[in-house]
């Protein structure tokens, strides 16, 4: 929920991002000249620069307008917790007046994706020229539409639990491509059904997100199951590493393995998949990119809410 901190909150983040964004800049030149790959400088480069081709810059400005139209509705939700073998699961369900703790707005503005990281995600994927992404957790569709609106009119599959909020995000997929699609049902069992699918036509995943069921377990299951199917170069997205102890553990694991080149942006850890390129190299620059710390503000707010989900 919004609170009167907010404002100077984000005027704080803010001016944090543009003292910091000149040493970033010159971290990251440092970094590709040592391997980090070239692919991925313009996205990154955004991260410091704040500047966007003007096509993004375009995606962009319609996709907030379709935030501002989802979080100015009247619907409200409540969390609904159950347990699964990859840890507990919150998923949004309608409420009415009386027991709603999420309004739309919060949908839209805090649990979505902002744009600056929205925009990345978008520059992530034209990095990729992909044609095939794949996301883990569509929410109201608002990253799903970053995806969508790359240049190469890709082939958007997000996977979403939660009935009431899958119908938001095909709505905003649909504002922005004919190539998206919204399925609904728990990652554990969507994920292997879908990815089934596209291996019988011969489609390999470009980009994968993965932004829901954030527990340590959870990620390291969905991130192997997915890369089983990746093309030959291949990323995968990872958000909220910084989140909880566990997605901190989950991101030091996946990021020291042999197969993959992994890059910490901060609030996103990359996972670059490049066949026939050396890997086993990890690169920082996440104290550049914001305040980042494992378990801060976030998750205190995000337990508090958990516990008054399962009362
Ligand atoms: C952080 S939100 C996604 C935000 C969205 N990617 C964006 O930035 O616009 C995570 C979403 O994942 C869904 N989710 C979480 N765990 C899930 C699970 N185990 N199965 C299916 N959906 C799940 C939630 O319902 C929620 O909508």
Same mark, same amino acid.
């Given at each position: 929920?919004?609170?009167?901190?907010?404002?100077?909150?984000?005027?704080?983040?803010?001016?944090?991002?543009?003292?910091?964004?000149? /040493?970033?800049?010159?971290?990251?030149?440092?970094?590709? +000249?040592?391997?980090?790959?070239?692919?991925?400088?313009? !996205?990154?480069?955004?991260? /410091?620069?704040? +500047?966007?081709?003007?096509?993004?810059?375009?995606?962009?400005?319609?996709? &907030?307008?379709?935030? !501002?139209?989802?979080?100015?509705?009247?619907? !409200? *939700?409540?969390?609904?917790?159950?347990?699964?073998?990859?840890?507990?699961?919150?998923?949004?369900?309608?409420?009415?007046?009386?027991?709603?703790?999420?309004?739309?707005?919060?949908?839209?503005?805090?649990?979505? $994706?902002?744009? =600056?990281?929205?925009?990345?995600?978008?520059?992530?994927?034209?990095?990729?020229?992909?044609?095939?992404?794949?996301?883990?957790?569509?929410?109201?569709?608002?990253?799903? !539409? *970053? /995806?969508?609106?790359?240049?190469?009119?890709?082939?958007?599959?997000?996977?979403?639990?939660?009935?009431?909020?899958?119908?938001?995000?095909?709505?905003?997929?649909?504002?922005?491509?004919?190539?998206?699609? $919204?399925?609904?049902?728990?990652?554990?069992?969507?994920?292997? $059904?879908?990815?089934?699918?596209?291996?019988?036509?011969? +489609?390999?995943?470009?980009?994968? /997100?993965?932004?829901?069921?954030?527990? +340590?377990?959870?990620?390291?299951? *969905?991130?192997?199951?997915?890369?089983?199917?990746?093309?030959?170069?291949?990323?995968?997205?990872?958000?909220?590493?910084?989140?909880?102890?566990?997605?901190? =553990?989950?991101?030091?694991?996946?990021?020291?393995?042999?197969?993959?080149?992994?890059?910490?942006?901060?609030?996103?850890?990359?996972?670059?998949?490049?066949?026939?390129?050396?890997?086993?190299?990890? *690169?920082?620059?996440?104290?550049?990119?914001?305040?980042? =710390?494992?378990?801060?503000?976030?998750?205190?707010?995000?337990?508090? &809410?958990?516990?008054?989900?399962?009362?």
């Amino acid at each position: 929920m919004r609170t009167l901190l907010d404002v100077p909150r984000r005027m704080v983040r803010g001016t944090m991002e543009r003292l910091l964004a000149p /040493f970033g800049a010159r971290a990251l030149e440092r970094m590709i +000249e040592d391997g980090l790959p070239a692919r991925l400088a313009p !996205a990154l480069r955004f991260l /410091f620069s704040g +500047e966007a081709p003007a096509a993004a810059e375009e995606a962009a400005c319609t996709i &907030e307008g379709l935030r !501002a139209q989802i979080a100015a509705r009247p619907e !409200a *939700y409540r969390f609904a917790v159950s347990d699964s073998a990859l840890g507990p699961v919150r998923l949004a369900e309608r409420a009415g007046k009386t027991n709603a703790v999420v309004t739309s707005d919060h949908l839209a503005t805090s649990v979505s $994706v902002p744009k =600056r990281w929205g925009v990345f995600l978008h520059l992530c994927a034209e990095a990729f020229d992909a044609k095939t992404i794949l996301e883990m957790g569509a929410c109201v569709g608002i990253s799903s !539409a *970053y /995806f969508a609106s790359i240049r190469s009119r890709p082939h958007v599959i997000t996977l979403e639990g939660s009935p009431p909020l899958a119908l938001l995000a095909r709505e905003s997929l649909a504002a922005v491509s004919d190539r998206g699609e $919204v399925i609904v049902g728990a990652f554990e069992e969507t994920l292997v $059904v879908t990815l089934d699918r596209l291996a019988e036509t011969g +489609e390999k995943v470009d980009v994968a /997100f993965v932004d829901g069921h954030h527990e +340590e377990a959870a990620t390291l299951h *969905y991130v192997e199951t997915i890369s089983r199917h990746l093309a030959g170069t291949a990323l995968i997205i990872l958000d909220d590493i910084y989140l909880y102890e566990g997605m901190w =553990r989950a991101w030091q694991t996946l990021s020291s393995g042999s197969s993959v080149i992994a890059v910490n942006a901060g609030r996103f850890g990359l996972l670059v998949y490049e066949r026939g390129r050396p890997a086993g190299r990890r *690169y920082d620059l996440a104290r550049y990119t914001g305040r980042w =710390r494992v378990g801060g503000e976030r998750a205190r707010i995000l337990a508090e &809410e958990r516990a008054r989900d399962r009362a």
